[in-house]
């Protein structure tokens, strides 16, 4: 059984490590400066759920998409880190 817990333990940090690496804030802070320096004085007011997806450009478009897709992986990726480690604690 200590074998099942490390091994649990082990996944739980390797998903930690990488779901903490997905939903870094750099990226977001990136985004708001991009956006910030396109002419827009209040960067958080253009980010909004109003933007229209039509009027957004491909490439950025292309970029929310992946950064979506980041955000969703980060968090399951937190939550199978939960899943392990409390796995592990059972295990043990």
């Not at 739980?12 to 990226?27: E, I, K």
């Not at 007011?45 to 109003?50: D, E, N, T, V």
Request: glycine letters at 8%; hydrophobic letters at 50%; aromatic letters at 6%.
């Amino acid at each position: 059984m200590v074998v099942v817990s490390a091994v649990a333990f082990a996944a739980a940090l390797l998903s930690f490590y990488f779901g903490a690496r997905a939903l870094r804030t750099r990226r977001a802070i990136q985004h708001l400066t991009r956006r910030a320096g396109r002419g827009g004085s209040d960067a958080l007011a253009r980010l909004g759920p109003a933007d229209d997806p039509d009027r957004i450009p491909e490439s950025d478009a292309a970029e929310r998409r992946r950064d979506d897709v980041s955000i969703e992986r980060g968090f399951v990726l937190l939550a199978l880190c939960a899943v392990c480690a409390l796995l592990g604690v059972l295990a043990l």
